[in-house]
Nanobody, 125 residues
Framework: VQLLESGGGLVQAGGSLRLSCAAS??????????MGWYRQTPGQERELVAT???????KYADSVKGRFSISRDDPKTAVHLQMNNLDADDTAVYYC??????????????????WGQGTLVTVSS
């Protein structure tokens, strides 16, 4: 399972960006029960931004509540992060994460947690 992220870039403070992440699977079907976005700045630990479960339960970091919105597209095994009213503190590399079952055959089911390569979001003040 590989994750491909898109949508990062440079934006002015107050602006918006939409990040997308799609899973590419060979030799099976991936059924993530959790999808999410994390971010990291130099010298800091990777931190949770938002997650969404297969039952659409969402969780957000306090710093992004009311500004960011996470959604999932199950047919495409994709997750999106709509980021509004961005500020300089949102500047980071954003990583997509998915975890769940990789179904090789009905009797060969494996757990997988995968990360994207990261996409840089830069907010200029």
């Amino acid at each position: 399972v590989q994750l491909l992220e898109s949508g990062g870039g440079l934006v002015q403070a107050g602006g918006s960006l939409r990040l997308s992440c799609a899973a590419s699977v060979s030799g099976g079907t991936f059924r993530p029960n959790s999808m999410g976005w994390y971010r990291q700045t130099p010298g800091q630990e990777r931190e949770l931004v938002a997650t969404i479960t297969s039952s659409d339960t969402t969780k957000y970091a306090d710093s992004v509540k009311g500004r960011f919105s996470i959604s999932r597209d199950d047919p495409k095994t994709a997750v999106h992060l709509q980021m509004n009213n961005l500020d300089a503190d949102d500047t980071a590399v954003y990583y997509c994460n998915m975890k769940g079952a990789l179904v090789i055959t009905p009797t060969d089911i494996r757990y997988r947690e995968v990360w994207g390569q990261g996409t840089l979001v830069t907010v200029s003040s």
